[in-house]
């Protein structure tokens, strides 16, 4: 996670303190287009896709993929170090479907905050 690489070892070792591992099984939605994100995964093993349409944009579609090493739920990022975003769970851009049975490490809004 780029934002990470900035942090403090301190800072960091306490992240990964509240990391809870998380299985997902094939052909689950992670978090659809337009869901509140609850929480950031960072993958250890497995595919997911990810789409979007951009908030439903005409003509608008974009899919990518996922594996280990990727992460999502960036969006709750950018809520946690606002201090005015309150108790609003941001949006998700896009929807992620595991294609495969998924490990991960999630960290919640909660924690994350």
Not at 34 to 54: A, C, H, K, Q, Y
Request: hydrophobic letters at 35%.
């Amino acid at each position: 996670v780029p934002l990470f690489e900035s942090m403090d070892e301190r800072l960091l070792d306490a992240i990964c303190e509240r990391l809870k591992p998380c299985l997902f099984t094939e052909s689950t939605y992670i978090v659809r287009e337009g869901d509140p994100v609850d929480e950031m995964l960072f993958i250890i093993r497995g595919r997911l896709e990810s789409v979007t349409t951009d908030g439903g944009r005409s003509g608008f579609f974009n899919r990518s993929f996922l594996k280990e090493t990727d992460f999502c739920g960036e969006e709750l990022l950018t809520w946690a170090l606002d201090p005015k975003s309150g108790s609003n769970l941001p949006t998700s851009t896009r929807t992620v479907k595991a294609l495969t049975e998924v490990d991960t490490f999630a960290l919640t809004a909660d924690e994350l905050k």
